[in-house]
């Protein structure tokens, strides 16, 4: 570990402990503690009717709940009063019929879709959801470009029908075997509209549909004009909502999302217990909540401690948009083997996330269709560093490594190798400055009399890139390849911005370099890849200067290949569940590599961490029932069954 993050990690440390110490005076730090009704909550409530969760992140753009817009804030709040067709759990993989009682039924040869609707469910105001709000919303998406989901639909529906109160018609344009996943939420999907709201809206896209007319078991009731925080309230006929019904359960009187800030504060609430639920802290600060809140933990009891499945990995990318030393494929080959990811892994993440070669999360099952079958493959891998001199750069022993860094730190890990995969992740590409300076010294770069890079220009090479520090891992990840290029002789400059000017800067390409996650590299609880990387198909393609957002595109790094067009192209006329869907996932995954269009570094990992102090049933690796992603559209399931840990307690 560098000095630098030793030094930056020891100010952590101390900083943390002060704040522990001073959120634990006066309180009895024991599981006997009786709760108390009092509370510093921006809100006058009893503290046990209140489940407060991390926002993540502050919101710029506060209340509204437009969620068919870009760049409104939609974590948990879009599963607490939205809802759609169909959802996929994240971690069982259950496919769950919401608002459809039953999965899409498709005709032959799958140009029509019949969705059969559920009865009973009413939105907030006591109108019930029918299928004039499905129709309506579909059509309300089509006539106005620039909201979500507007472009796929006009890319695939002819039109949409009522039969009846509960059964509408999809006519699509062509044959599309997989356009229910619109409708199917894995982060989001298309969200319904109340038609008998909307209908009289002049401008959609301005609209803030506030208060919003809730679909979901909880409705808003209050909020920070400065966006530190939100509070909704369970309704009074919560089981007249798809969470009522299909889980039998209220969940909690109150839900409050509250963003405290980083993570040595969100440390503190919880040790205060004012904070139930958090989503990730670093590493340092998840130590010492462990320490300080013994009535916390996370998915795991013991070490790796962190949730590991959520399907999605991290990356480095470049702005491929702009004609740069980064179109060079041999550069970003030669970025990528100047990384340690071992020392990133263990000394930056803390050895407790997945390493992934492929842009694809690393989870046992996705493991299993992909990272696995590909491994003789990625072992064969060449690449040319000389004119006619190859090289082999896949090290799959790196599970091995970060396993004896495990075991000198105290942990206790297999020996097994089919196990170290499952708890540390795949290979990845060997720590080789050599080869990375001769792909250089190729390309025309060189160095100076101190050894530092300078391009084919011959000026000094410094790299410009953007992150966002509230998502830690991708903050820590880019300290980490600061270090090593500096090693390298390369100077990485981070730029660290909040979170919603950096998805304005990511959609409109204007970047040189990003720490980030998804692109490529997410997934789902399926074995099929298309929905993951539908959006990098060229022709969604979206310049420099204009943003992707609701413009149908992922391609936030402006790749155009031809090559992903084909993959893309085959994939979406084969039926998803065709064993070629795979094959073609393994053609991607190999596409990809070879040109490094990202350096996918590893699979996602959260310190979900709940505090059972006042509240109990959240999911964990023992009782691992439904999803802990609790900001995901899903999490409306999980919350319903949070129960109280105090009702039988006397308050004092």
């Known amino acids: 570990m560098r000095n630098r993050l030793r030094f930056i990690i020891l100010s952590v440390l101390i900083g943390i402990n002060i704040i522990l110490l001073t959120a634990c005076k006066d309180r009895s730090n024991t599981t006997e503690s009786t709760p108390s009704s009092k509370s510093q909550l921006p809100v006058d409530l009893p503290r046990q009717d209140i489940f ?51 999965p899409p039924t498709y005709n032959e040869d799958f140009t029509q879709m019949t969705v059969k609707l559920r009865s009973g469910v009413y939105w907030s ?7 004039d709000d499905l129709v ?80 979901g ?3 808003y009731a209050d909020s920070d004009p400065a966006g530190y925080w939100e509070l909704f309230k369970r309704r009074e006929d919560w089981e007249r909502t798809t969470p009522g019904i299909l889980t039998g359960k209220p969940g909690p009187p109150h839900i409050m999302t509250i963003f405290y800030g980083g993570s040595e504060r969100k440390a503190m609430a919880m040790a205060r217990h004012e904070l ?87 989870t046992p099952i996705q ?29 799959d022993t790196v599970p091995k490594k970060i396993a ?41 770069f060189t160095r100076n009399t101190k050894g530092k890079w300078l391009t084919p220009d011959g000026e000094l090479w410094i790299i410009k890139m953007i992150v966002a520090p509230d998502e830690v891992d991708i903050y820590r990840l880019a300290i980490g390849a600061q270090d090593q290029w500096a090693d390298f002789g390369l100077k990485l400059k981070i730029e660290t911005l909040q979170r919603d000017p950096y998805s304005t800067r990511n959609y409109m390409g204007e970047f040189e370099a990003i720490s980030s996650w998804g692109n490529a590299s997410s997934g789902d609880a399926t074995a099929d890849k298309w929905q993951a990387i539908f959006g ?22 402006r790749i155009k290949s031809k090559e992903v067009d084909l993959i893309i192209d085959e994939l979406g006329k084969i039926h998803p569940e065709d064993n070629r869907v795979v094959e073609l996932g393994h053609d991607f995954m190999k596409l990809w590599v070879e040109n490094m269009f990202s350096i996918t570094t590893v699979s996602f990992k959260k310190f979900v961490t709940t505090d059972t102090y006042y509240w109990t049933g959240f999911p964990t690796s023992e009782n691992a029932f439904v999803q802990p992603l609790y900001w995901f559209g899903g999490g409306r399931f999980t919350f319903q069954h949070v129960d109280s840990a105090t009702r039988n307690k006397p308050e004092r």
């Open 536 to 557: 990098l198909h060229s022709q969604f393609y979206t310049p420099n200067g204009k943003s992707t957002a609701a413009s149908g595109s992922i391609d936030t790094l």
């Open 217 to 219: 078991a909880y409705e």
């Open 404 to 444: 004896a860094w495990a075991q000198k730190q105290g942990y206790s890990v297999p020996s097994d190798t089919k196990e170290l995969r499952l708890l540390f992740g795949t290979g990845w590409w060997k720590h080789d400055p050599e080869i990375a300076e001769r792909l250089l010294l190729k390309n025309g």
């Open 136 to 215: 309506f919303t579909v059509n309300n998406l089509k006539s106005h470009l620039g909201m979500l989901w507007s472009t796929e639909l006009n890319l695939f529906v002819k039109e949409i029908k009522k039969v009846d109160n509960y059964t509408v018609i999809f006519e699509l344009k062509d044959s599309n075997p997989r356009f229910h996943y619109y409708f199917t939420v894995r982060y989001n999907a298309v969200w319904m509209q109340p038609k008998h709201i909307w209908e009289d809206v002049e401008d959609p896209m301005s609209f803030k549909f506030n208060p919003p007319v809730s679909l």
């Open 52 to 102: 407060v969760v991390d926002q993540i992140f502050r919101y710029n753009v506060v209340e509204n709940f437009n969620l068919w817009m870009p760049n409104i804030p939609s974590p948990t709040r879009q599963g607490l009063i939205m809802d759609s067709l169909w959802y996929i759990d994240q971690e069982t993989g259950n496919k769950i019929n919401a608002l459809s009682t039953e």
């Open 276 to 362: 139930d639920l958090f989503m990730n802290v670093d590493y340092e600060a998840f130590q010492a909540v462990l320490k300080k809140t013994p009535t916390a933990r996370s998915w795991y009891k013991e070490f790796p401690w962190a949730y590991p499945n959520e399907l999605n990995g991290r990356y480095f990318g470049f702005n491929l948009g702009r004609e740069t030393v980064f179109t060079n494929k041999d550069v970003r080959w030669a970025l990528t083997l100047a990384l340690d990811i071992v020392d990133l892994q263990t000394e930056y993440i803390g050895g407790v996330a997945r390493v992934t070669a492929i842009p694809h999360p690393a």
């Open 367 to 395: 493991m299993e269709l992909y990272h696995t079958p590909l491994e003789s493959w990625l072992k064969e891998l060449q690449i040319e560093i000389e004119e006619g001199i190859f090289y082999r750069p896949y090290d």
């Open 125 to 131: 105001d006591g109108v019930e959801f029918t299928a």
